[in-house]
């Protein structure tokens, strides 16, 4: 057996058991995780000017991913009765917040409803990142508002529970876990379709 790798193992699961206790804390404590157990997503290489469309209705189609991101990455107005001021929530409350988000919320003019905004996945986050940028690290010249060079959380949830879950660090594009009580910021994002739908209706007029 490769001692080295059982070594390692026995460590990770340490760690992952310590945050689980953390976890219970209040407050942003997390651990950066650069290469274990995900590796960081390949730096994205395109044309900002063509993979990003500001769609003047407070939010931005990525059209590597297909998906439609909140403009303001850092929106800190209630929402279906959750107190965002200081930008940052637990995570239970991020995904409640980012359910609730609908038109005429921070900036949206988009005709979206409620349930269609929802927390981006590990992947999804990590799609974003230019790992040759720091502070943040996202495409120079991005069109975003008030990127949070800090933790953003993700919808996806790390083993051996749900009592944690995968985030992304924009100040470098690591990726870490962190216990559900931790406080950390929040991008809602939707899928292209769903805002092409509603936007049509609205349009419309119906």
Partial sequence: MNHDCSHSSHRFL????????LGQSDGLIALELSSEPITPMEPIVTSVKTRFT???????????TGLVWLKNANCTETVGGV?????V????????????????????????????????NRSELQSLIDHHLSSPALPADHPFTHVQSNYYWSSTTFAPGTDGAWGVNLTDGNVYAGGATFILYVWPVRQQADVSSEQAKADAGL
Avoid: E, M
């Fill in 83 to 87: 107190n965002k001021s200081s930008g």
């Fill in 89 to 120: 929530l637990a995570w239970a409350n991020a995904l409640a917040w980012t359910a609730a988000l609908d038109n005429g919320n921070c900036g949206l003019n988009d005709g979206s409803i409620a349930s269609q905004w929802r927390l981006p």
């Fill in 14 to 21: 340490s760690i992952l058991a310590t945050l689980l206790l």
């Fill in 54 to 64: 500001d769609n003047d209705n407070g939010t931005v189609v990525d059209h590597l």
